[in-house]
């Protein structure tokens, strides 16, 4: 399903959309980390930015 840049909020901001490079390059910058380990996260635990963060805390 493609990204609907017209609907931002919750939904669109609890999901990592590896697929889109601005959305990469967004949360790379604001987890601190490289597209490499998010991409690692999203494989291991899914999309959800919730469970992403905790994954990269430990």
Not at 35 to 58: F, H, I, N, T
């Amino acid at each position: 399903m493609a990204d609907n840049k017209s609907a931002t909020g919750s939904p669109d901001r609890d999901r990592i959309n590896m697929s889109e490079d601005y959305e990469v390059r967004d949360w790379t910058e604001s987890l601190g980390v490289s597209r490499e380990r998010l991409q690692e996260a999203v494989d291991a635990v899914g999309s959800s930015a919730d469970k992403v963060r905790e994954y990269l805390s430990r």
